[in-house]
Structure formats: structure tokens, C-alpha cells
């Protein structure tokens, strides 16, 4: 059942990747909205489900938030650390590194690998539990899979690899979904991984794709996308149970 609902969860992802791809003379409305998920996916999903699963403290601090300003780091080192390797082959500063959109599409893909392996578990405990799970993950994949197109594209990669990368982000819950039948992830060390995903994910919301979408058109259309992302990852929380 966990696999089938995770076809659901793919076409979502496909659907977001369309639309996303579909809007183009629209980047900068583009941009903000996917900014706003990329906030709400991670202020109101991903961090609330990293404190519950991995709240132990580290020397006073919950381990998921350590994670998460890890991730934040790690996604700015590695950005600097490609920017620096394009400077030193005569790249102007201000032109986007196209690894860095794949890195961070490559980390929305194990994310929804990690949607598909909280389906099947969820659907291991009860078909309540399941169901609910469900809704989240197929709801939540078109923000995914329109992030996903949108952020490869957007640091200058090909349209043909943004298309592979959102057709991976596509294929990953089923797999995820069907790897439960072989083993089970640990709670704790699956909010680890959501605390770190989720504060690179927010680097790249709030150092890349918000500043980019108010950079030539600072509009206030490109706000209320920004907002209304936010509010539907709180509509998609609130309808899901959290």
C-alpha cells in the first residue's frame, strides 16, 4: 500500500516540476513562491518532526538544531568553496555555480527518499497512521518538485538536467517507500537528518532564492508568492495533523 500511495507522491513531484518549468516569463513570482515553501517546508515540517525525534541535548542544546546550523554552514562553505574554484578559473563573482544547484537538487532528492521511507513506516504502524502520512507527503511533493526544478535551474544549469534531477526527486519516495519491506530507520537518526537538511535548505531560501526574486523585480506580487508558499505549508500541516 506504502508503494502505491507513493505513485500519488510522484506525479505530485512531476506536477510541481511542470508548473515550475511552465512559468518562466513569470521567474521572479517563480522564485518568491519557492522561497516561501523552502521556509515553510522548513520552519513549520521539518523542524518541529527534527526537535520531536532527536531533542536530546548536546552541551544544552537540542541536537537537531545543532544539525540544523550545521547544515546551514555547510551549504554557505560549500558555495564559497565552488565560488572561490569559479573565481580562480576567471569566472565573474556574480555568475551562479551550476554544481551548487546540483547539490542542492541531490538534497531534495534524499529528502524525498526519506518522505518515501516515512510512508512505509507509517503504514508499518496502522493504516491511520498511514493515511496521514500520505496526505503530507503527496501534498508536500509539489513544493518539492517545484523547488527542485527551480533550484537547478536557477544556478545556470541545462533544462535537460533540471529535468533529470525533478524526475529523480520523482522516482525517490517510491524507492524510499519500498525499502521499509528491508529494514526500518531510526527515529532519532532521522531527525538528525531533517535538522541538517533543513537549515541548508533555509541558507539557500533566504541567501539565494529570496534575494534573487526581489533582485530586479521587487514587486509586491513577488511578496504575497513568498507569504502564500508559507501559508500553504501551514494549510498542508493543519490538514495533515502536524
Known amino acids: ?92 563573482a556574480d555568475e551562479r555555480v551550476p554544481q551548487v544547484g546540483l547539490t542542492a537538487a541531490a538534497a531534495m532528492v534524499l529528502h524525498s527518499l526519506m518522505d518515501g521511507v516515512a510512508l512505509g513506516a507509517a503504514f508499518q504502524v496502522g493504516g491511520g497512521m498511514g493515511a496521514t502520512v500520505a496526505l503530507a507527503v503527496i501534498t508536500h511533493d509539489f513544493a518539492d518538485g517545484f523547488n527542485t526544478y527551480t533550484i537547478t535551474s536557477l544556478y545556470g544549469n541545462a533544462r535537460r538536467r533540471a529535468v533529470g534531477m525533478l524526475v529523480a526527486d520523482a522516482v525517490a519516495p517510491i524507492l524510499g517507500a519500498a525499502s521499509t519491506l528491508l529494514f526500518t530507520l531510526p527515529e532519532e537518526l532521522l531527525g538528525a537528518y531533517l535538522g541538517f537538511f533543513g537549515g541548508a535548505l533555509l541558507y539557500l531560501a533566504a541567501a539565494e532564492i529570496l534575494p534573487e526574486a526581489h533582485h530586479e523585480h521587487p514587486a509586491r506580487s513577488t511578496l504575497l508568492c513568498t507569504v502564500g508558499g508559507v501559508g500553504f505549508i501551514w494549510l498542508v500541516v493543519g490538514v495533515s495533523g502536524g
Open 1 to 92: 500500500m506504502a508503494v502505491v500511495v507513493a505513485l500519488g507522491a510522484f506525479l505530485m513531484t512531476l506536477f510541481g516540476g511542470w508548473v515550475a518549468g511552465r512559468v518562466t516569463d513569470r521567474r521572479h513570482l517563480v522564485l518568491g513562491l519557492a522561497g516561501g515553501l523552502m521556509l515553510g517546508v522548513v520552519g513549520l515540517d521539518l523542524l518541529p518532526e527534527a526537535l520531536e525525534a532527536a531533542g536530546e541535548k548536546v552541551f544544552g542544546v537540542p541536537e537537531a538544531l545543532l544539525l540544523f546550523v550545521g547544515g546551514f554552514l555547510f551549504a554557505h562553505v560549500v558555495e564559497r568553496l565552488l565560488a572561490v574554484r569559479q573565481a580562480a578559473h576567471g569566472v565573474a
